[in-house]
């Protein structure tokens, strides 16, 4: 976590750094054991015309690893958000997406991705958002799709 990039709420930063950087050797191979064999669950739901994305927890480009979910963080992945956005622009039964998000903000990496893949969708599709705790990519989605 030192030479990365985050924008996240300070006191859960300090929280979340600190529960990792204090993790056991019997915390990290628990949190392997618990957690490696469980996949990505779908963000995205449809109903009638509306796409919604549900977007919880710490961001990351490859979403929360094992000793995060361990510790109770949950997290959704930068790529996950920007295939789930594509895959309902590419649905013509939707015709507008819906992003809630509810998260503490994350790692900056990978936040690119997602909005260009938010902008995309934008320009063919109504695209609203509501947000929960204020993070990067609710700020980015709120500006693109305001247009």
Not at 36 to 62: F, P, Q, R
Not at 116 to 134: L, M, T
Request: proline share 1%.
């Amino acid at each position: 976590m030192k030479h990365e990039i985050w924008a996240a709420e300070k006191s859960f930063l300090t929280e979340y750094a600190e529960r990792l950087a204090n993790a056991t050797a019997a915390d990290r191979s628990a949190a392997a054991a618990q957690f490696s064999a469980v996949s990505t669950s779908d963000i995205m739901t449809v109903s009638g015309d509306t796409a919604v994305i549900n977007i919880e927890g710490v961001l990351s480009k490859n979403g929360p690893s094992a000793l995060a979910k361990f510790f109770g963080f949950s997290g959704a992945s930068y790529i996950e958000i920007a295939q789930a956005v594509t895959q309902a622009a590419a649905n013509d039964d939707v015709k507008t997406i819906q992003l809630n998000v509810d998260s503490p903000g994350g790692r900056v990496n990978g936040v690119d991705e997602s909005a260009q893949a938010i902008a995309d969708a934008a320009k063919g599709k109504a695209c609203g958002s509501s947000q929960h705790r204020h993070d990067r990519l609710s700020r980015v989605s709120a500006s693109l799709t305001s247009h």
